[in-house]
């Protein structure tokens, strides 16, 4: 496999008391990503030991990786999933 066919994952775990609203804004960014983005797929979990916990995983196409999360210009949609949350995302990266 070549370089220029590895997929980019971004796994991102997010924490609010308010999960249920926050599940309902990231499906509707994810129904609308997908047609705008570089992004394969959009899968959202739940942490079964901690109803608080959500982990969002992105899978960009492949060569294509996301810019620092700090340097993008946030979304409105961006800003409301961020105003739910308890504490800051935690992003983590795998290769595929």
């Known amino acids: 496999m070549s370089d220029d066919s590895r997929r980019f994952v971004q796994v991102i ?15 509707h960014w ?5 047609a705008r ?3 394969v797929g959009v899968e959202l979990g739940r942490d079964d030991a901690d109803d608080e916990h959500l982990v969002l995983e992105v899978e960009y196409e492949p060569a294509v ?4 999360p700090g340097a ?8 409301q999933v961020v105003a739910l949350l308890d504490r800051p995302p935690r992003f983590r ?3 595929c």
């Open 30 to 34: 994810r129904a609308s990503s997908l």
């Open 65 to 68: 990786a996301p810019t620092d």
């Open 13 to 27: 775990d997010l924490y609010s008391r308010h999960p249920a609203e926050l599940e309902r804004l990231l499906n």
């Open 72 to 79: 993008a210009p946030a979304s409105a949609e961006a800003e």
């Open 37 to 39: 983005e570089h992004i």
């Open 93 to 95: 990266a795998t290769d």
